[in-house]
């Protein structure tokens, strides 16, 4: 079983990337599971219905988020209407939506786990690694691939999730932070694990919005509108491998695929 992972949608120009090379994508690398993360898809803070239909119309099959979901009020009936965009999982009691979903397809199956750090992060959120035991108690045995999106600020946080799930889930990746990392591996367990996946979005940025409008901002120490940026839009992500009877992860890579907006 072949997986595509997707870091952060930034924004409309990144949207434009997904819809035009994500299905080119998917034949190419013989993809059975697309999961993006969704939580700044609309103009690169929060996800509205219409980005979000937009991002699944292309292929992406699962949406995951962050801190960022709840941007757009429009989106909290859309959470609870369906289930393949995600909050994390252990926002408190009563939060719209889920932070996990069961995927199935083709006699594949996938459980998709969104999960939000507490270190450094705005949210007063419950205990992550308590709330994925629970979950993985509750809803494990119906399928062997467990793919666990850790939307977190600190690398420690996710670097700590990835070792307490080895061996309990097939994938680990973290998402947040906007810049790829290059400690993609395969846990001793059987776990891939890779600390953060980068964003789909314009490169030449900062973590995806106008360049000079962040670093006035630390010049001055004024408030700002951050925009997003435009130029040199890529995909980022990894392309995993699971053995999808045993849920082991076989082979885990790192992805850059520049687009052109005349594409």
Request: hydrophobic share 40%; proline share 4%; charged share 25%.
């Amino acid at each position: 079983m072949r997986i595509l992972i997707l870091g952060d949608v930034m924004g409309r120009p990144a949207r434009r990337a997904v819809r035009d090379l994500v299905p080119s994508l998917i034949k190419k690398e013989e993809v059975d599971l697309v999961v993006a993360n969704a939580e700044n898809a609309a103009g690169g803070m929060g996800v509205d219905i219409k980005s979000a239909k937009e991002l699944l119309s292309a292929g992406v099959q699962v949406l995951t988020s962050g801190n960022h979901i709840w941007k757009k009020k429009e989106i909290y009936s859309f959470l609870d209407d369906q289930d393949k965009l995600l909050r994390p999982a252990n926002f408190p009691t009563g939060a719209p939506g889920k932070g996990w979903c069961l995927w199935r397809q083709n006699g594949y199956s996938a459980l998709v786990i969104n999960l939000q750090g507490r270190v450094f992060m705005p949210n007063h959120v419950d205990d992550p690694f308590r709330c994925v035991d629970e979950i993985l108690r509750q809803q494990g045995r119906n399928s062997p691939v467990v793919i666990v999106d850790m939307h977190a600020e600190a690398t420690s946080e996710k670097n700590a999730m990835g070792w307490y799930l080895d061996g309990r889930a097939s994938l680990v990746y973290g998402t947040h932070t906007h810049v790829q990392t290059a400690d993609e591996r395969i846990l001793p367990g059987g776990t891939a694990y890779i600390t953060d996946v980068g964003m789909c979005g314009p490169l030449d940025s900062v973590i995806g919005m106008e360049k000079e409008t962040v670093i006035k901002g630390f010049l001055t120490q004024l408030p700002r509108q951050f925009e997003v940026a435009e130029e040199n839009v890529a995909l980022q992500g990894v392309v995993v491998d699971v053995d999808a009877d045993g849920g082991k992860a076989r082979d885990i890579r790192r992805l850059r695929v520049h687009w052109e907006a005349n594409h």
